[in-house]
Nanobody, 114 residues
Framework: QVQLVESGGGLVQAGGSLRLSCAASGFLFSGNAMGWYRQAPGKQRELVARISGGGSTNYADSVKGRFTISRDNAKNTVYLQMNMLKPEDTAVYYC????????WGRGTHVTVNS
């Protein structure tokens, strides 16, 4: 079955960096798009970044120039490098795969202190 396991979250000061990882299993990773979403307290889940099977990327306006999504098909892993973090980036970050339905990991918490 599809499994997505996020890691790399934590507590960081504003201006700092974190690198999130999502280890995927149970499907053909290399040919499929993957995404990172986040959900802040009291807010709806929102798309942060997506990467296609071919490596094309797109980002939410709020993270452009600060976050980079990438993938390592040999490791079945998708990454989210987050730089210049802001307090408003505080959220639970989720890995996403969509194939006839949405698949989600359990999420990893990111807290950015001002």
């Amino acid at each position: 079955q599809v499994q997505l396991v996020e890691s790399g979250g934590g507590l960081v000061q504003a201006g700092g960096s974190l690198r999130l990882s999502c280890a995927a299993s149970g499907f053909l990773f290399s040919g499929n798009a993957m995404g990172w979403y986040r959900q802040a307290p009291g807010k709806q889940r929102e798309l942060v970044a997506r990467i296609s099977g071919g490596g094309s990327t797109n980002y939410a306006d709020s993270v452009k120039g600060r976050f980079t999504i990438s993938r390592d098909n040999a490791k079945n892993t998708v990454y989210l490098q987050m730089n210049m973090l802001k307090p408003e980036d505080t959220a639970v970050y989720y890995c996403n795969y969509n194939y006839y339905r949405e698949y989600w990991g359990r999420g990893t918490h990111v807290t950015v202190n001002s």
